[in-house]
């Protein structure tokens, strides 16, 4: 089957939303990506790939509630459609076929 | 320099540099965002830090995924701009203002809805129809590829085109354009067969094809496989074929015979076709080489190399490379080649491909050019189905700028309040959307009830879109949508400009937008259009019905009555046990033999010549076997001359033409003059002629009678037979059919009654003339519908005037008058534009018959007569009820 194609980031930032349930906005999913990886990510990035997920419909958003900290304005919080869980485990499937395919000598 | 008792704030020019790059709709989010990671960040590193990050943030932002959009949405106007008319709280005001206006009126709502709702159920039958025609043989996904060998020969100056072709011809196609051609098939046409299963009998019909056939056709298979037709044993049936001969039970394997004579396995099932197909009813197939194998069939063998007999038709699925279009401009002198030496015709005939997809809708050819056909149906009732809805579109328009008086102080205080020209022209439209939806809603219901008279009417098996699983299609839901909002910007968009229009002083001072006289003008000129249109398609339709009762009056030249007639299965070796069974039963009064029916030309012939005939003279007749008796049997009328007769031996070389033959071969004085027929393949001889008959209608009675001969000869196709007097139909065939199952036992024939097989040679005008009554009644229906609105109207605005005129002694007469007057001129008018209107549509209409009907002055004065009759009545109602009311009550009121 045809499908979205996805990028390596853009997945990262897919379960990271996942990962972060009802609570997954651009600077918590910038601040998580930071925090369990080792290198640099921009907000506007982390923006993108949220916007890009929205349109090949692996997340919906919808506006949450303004805060003190954003001057007033309101956050727009993302969470993982059926599409993406899908995607998400059709490709640990994939990897976990392609791990269990390699001949043991090169793992170890 | 950063204040320490104020909270530190990200740089403001680097905000406004984000708002610059930034798309709107996006703004808030990412601002937000920016903020609330520079609040984290100062507390994390400190104010500098924080700042540093928060520039090269933003600046990162300004990628070309976010530029993309901010400068799409500068070229375009603002792509999310607050919308006036999507907000809530007024478009809940319009309704509910719709609503209660609606119901205010019942009567102009009751008016509007049933016209709207009658013209939509009309304009959507008649898109059902077209879309069905226009599915016509789209069989398969690739029936653009599927297309029929034609073959066009001229001969002084005329172009015969037809689909008999020479039997080499297939192999020539597939050896020599192999890059154009993936499948070519020589097939037999459909022809009705009786299939016998054991002891029962089946009369279907079928054809037969060479293997590849199954493949351009194409055929679904339910069972079996489609290569079963490349064993010449084997037959492909249809579902509901097998359904019929073998109930439930296992049809795969079984052994059918058909015509008494060929045998064959059932291999294989394939799926009914639709019935919007040429190949509807074609119940079985069977392999090229079972139909040869047959005895009587040994002439198609020893055609196999002849160029020069056309028989057969040839089907062809080109290459997805290649197209009909190019496939069929390669082939075009492909006989020059193999007719180089045909001394018979003066120039060789030229080929070209029939696309299927063409073969129903542009069906007829002209000098050797695929002209129209169906589709000229569809242009018809196309332009007919917009009329209807224009109608009723009018209807709404009227009432809706009638009734702006009542309107007129809400526009003034809505304008008053604020209201702009644009929320007023949305308010109106919207209205009239709900009032189209509605409409739609009724018509849905009322097509569904229809359907089944509509497709008795135009002979079709459509399916309700929506109630019909198979034949549903998401395109019709938005189709009808787009329908809805199309109808009510016709029908809302005028009213809406008009009402939203007023001025919002003269409206409060006067409390009436309208400027009397000049605002009814327009609604006078739609009025005088729908009446136009209404009396044109009468016209129309008494045209058609005219040119019906023409045809039907035409002089046949034999009688139909009691007449039967039945084919006879190929190789039946003698009839005259039969016949004599037959006379003998008391029932027959004559039997006859002939070649063909009497309702059908069966066999046209060249090669004819006669005393005085010079060698560019064309010689076309068409050619009928006829035994002795068969003038007797048929009724025909001889004007000179004699009829066969067993008492002449010489009568096996005598023949008996028809009036027209006389006129097409210019001869004065034609009892005994000598005829030579030489064909070039089958015969050479001399007859002589023993007698002339009246012309006999047996083709289309809208055509010239075709230069008929009649040769003596016991031909075994048909057999005819002319009940006694006084024979019930019923009562007849109860009898004669078990001498036929004694005498021809194992066939099941199909028994024809002369007066039935040539009332359908009105099928189709019979079905226009039904249609077009059915449109032309609705169409006036409509219109009645809308004066009837718009003389309420008119005699409620003018009920204070007719009040006092009454006051001051006016009789209901009077009044009557006074308000039938107006339309009636209106009527008068409209009978004065559609007479020439309808006579020239009308006269392009019969241009395509032969034999037409005249166009008397009577069929427009009586179609104005009629609608100005029921103008009349349906004002009438209004302006006596007007006359009628009490002055006291309509004064009082003021």
């Known amino acids: 089957m045809a499908r979205a194609y996805l990028g390596e980031f853009e997945e990262i930032v897919l379960l990271t939303v996942a990962v972060l349930q009802s609570e997954a906005y651009g600077v918590t999913v910038a601040a998580e990506l930071n925090r369990r990886t080792e290198r640099p990510v921009s907000l506007s990035g982390v923006h993108v790939a949220l916007y890009r997920l929205e349109e090949k419909g692996f997340v919906n958003s919808e506006l949450g509630s303004p805060t003190a900290a954003r001057g007033g304005r309101r956050k727009r919080i993302f969470t993982v459609t059926t599409l993406g869980k899908n995607m998400l485990s059709d490709m640990r499937e994939l990897r976990n076929q392609l791990w269990e395919s390699i001949p043991l000598p090169f793992i170890s | ?894």
């Open chain 2, 1 to 894: 320099m950063a204040n320490h008792f104020s909270e530190p704030t990200p740089p403001k020019w680097a905000d406004f540099f984000l708002k610059w790059t930034c798309p709107l709709e996006l703004h808030e989010e990412i601002v937000g965002d920016l903020h609330e990671q520079f609040k984290i960040d100062t507390s994390e590193f400190g104010e500098g830090v924080a700042r540093r990050r928060y520039i090269i943030q933003v600046l990162k932002f300004s990628r070309p995924y976010f530029l993309k959009r901010k400068i799409n949405a500068w070229s375009k106007p603002a792509k999310y701009p607050t919308p006036f008319f999507v907000n809530l709280d007024m478009i809940k005001n319009y309704l509910k203002i719709a609503f209660r206006s609606f119901g205010k009126n019942k009567g102009y709502t009751l008016i509007n809805v049933s016209g709207l709702a009658l013209g939509l159920t009309i304009t959507m039958l008649i898109s059902l129809w077209i879309w069905d025609e226009w599915r016509y043989n789209k069989v398969g996904k690739d029936h653009q590829y599927v297309g029929r060998v034609m073959l066009h020969t001229t001969q002084n100056a005329m172009t015969v085109s037809s689909p008999n072709m020479p039997f080499p011809l297939a192999a020539e196609l597939r050896e020599n354009f192999p890059a154009d051609f993936i499948n070519v098939a020589v097939s037999w046409d459909t022809h009705d067969y009786t299939l016998l299963s054991g002891e029962n009998k089946f009369r279907k019909k079928g054809r037969f094809m060479e293997p590849e056939g199954a493949k351009i056709l194409p055929l679904e298979m339910v069972k079996g496989s489609e290569a079963a037709l490349t064993n010449p044993s084997h037959l492909l049936l249809s579902e509901s074929a097998a359904l019929s001969i073998f109930g439930t039970g296992q049809p795969i394997g079984q052994i059918l015979k058909i015509d008494n004579e060929l045998e064959g396995m059932v291999a294989g099932i394939y799926r009914d076709f639709p019935q919007n197909s040429d190949y509807y009813d074609l119940s079985f197939i069977a392999p090229w080489k079972l139909f040869t194998s047959a005895k009587r069939m040994q002439w198609v063998n020893e055609l196999k190399d002849n160029w020069n007999v056309n028989t057969f038709e040839i089907l062809v699925q080109t290459r997805k490379s290649s197209s009909v279009e190019k496939a069929s401009e390669k082939i075009k002198h492909v006989l020059f080649r193999h007719l180089n030496d045909n001394k018979l015709t003066g120039s060789v005939p030229t080929l070209s491909l029939h696309p299927m997809d063409k073969w129903h809708l542009y069906s007829t050819w002209e000098n050797g050019r695929n002209a129209g056909g169906q589709i000229n149906y569809i242009k018809l009732f196309a332009a007919i189905a917009i009329f209807i809805l224009l109608l009723a579109c009018i209807n709404f328009i009227n009432l809706s700028t009638a009734r702006s008086g009542q309107r007129a102080r809400e526009v003034g205080v809505r304008k008053a309040i604020g209201s702009m020209r644009g929320q007023l022209i949305i308010q109106f439209i919207s209205e009239s959307f709900i009032m189209v939806a509605f409409s739609m809603l009724v018509a849905l219901v009322l097509v569904q009830l229809a359907l089944p008279q509509f497709n008795a009417i135009a002979d079709k098996k459509i399916g309700f879109i929506l109630t019909n699983r198979a034949a549903f299609n998401p395109y019709f839901l938005y189709i009808g949508v787009a329908f809805c909002v199309l109808v009510s910007l016709v029908a809302g968009g005028y009213p809406a400009l008009y009402l939203s229009s007023f001025k919002p002083i003269n409206i409060l001072k006067s409390g009436s937008g309208g400027t009397g006289r000049v605002s009814s003008l327009p609604r006078k000129i739609l009025v005088v259009l729908q009446f136009t249109v209404s009396i044109s398609l009468i016209i129309g339709t008494m045209g058609v019905f005219r040119q019906i009762q023409f045809g039907q009056n035409r002089a046949t030249g034999y009688d139909r009555n009691g007449l039967m007639y039945v084919k006879i299965p190929a190789g039946t070796n003698s009839l005259e046990a039969l016949k004599n069974d037959l006379l003998q039963s008391g029932i027959v009064a004559s039997v006859a033999q002939s070649s063909g029916p009497v309702t059908d030309i069966l066999s046209n012939s060249r090669g004819f010549s006669w005393q005085g005939k010079s060698a560019s003279d064309p010689d076309e007749f068409a050619v009928i076997a006829a035994s002795h008796r068969y003038g007797e049997t048929v009724g025909w009328q001889i004007t000179h001359g004699r009829d066969f007769s067993a008492d002449f031996i010489s009568d096996s070389s005598a023949i008996i033409v028809n009036q027209s033959a006389i006129k097409y071969m210019g001869l004065d004085n034609p009892i005994g003059k000598k005829v030579r027929w030489k064909d070039g393949t089958f015969n050479d001889s001399e007859y002589h002629i023993v007698g002339v008959v009246q012309d006999m209608i047996m083709q289309s009675p809208y055509e010239p009678v075709k230069q008929t001969i009649y040769f003596m000869t016991y031909a075994p196709n048909y057999l005819y037979f002319k009940l006694g007097p006084g024979v019930g139909v019923n009562n007849a065939l109860a009898k004669i059919r078990p001498l036929f199952d004694q005498h021809l036992p194992g066939n099941l024939l199909d028994f024809q009654f002369a007066d039935q097989q040539y009332d359908t040679k009105f099928k189709i005008e019979n079905r226009v003339g039904k249609l077009s009554f059915l449109f032309s009644a609705v169409a006036i229906c409509i219109s009645c519908l809308g004066i009837f609105g718009l003389a309420a109207f008119t005699a409620e605005q003018r009920r204070s005037e007719i009040g006092i005129r009454k006051v001051l002694g006016a009789s209901i007469a009077s009044v009557w008058k006074l308000i039938s007057k107006d339309f009636v001129y209106l009527t008068l008018i409209a009978m004065v534009i559609a007479t020439p209107v309808s006579y020239y549509f009308l006269d392009q209409l019969l241009a395509k018959y032969h034999y037409r009907s005249t166009i008397p002055w009577w069929i427009f004065g009586g179609s104005g007569l009629a609608a100005l009759t029921l103008t009349i009545l349906t004002v009438s109602y209004q302006a006596i009820k007007a006359g009628l009311t009490d002055p006291v009550n309509a004064l009082r009121s003021e």
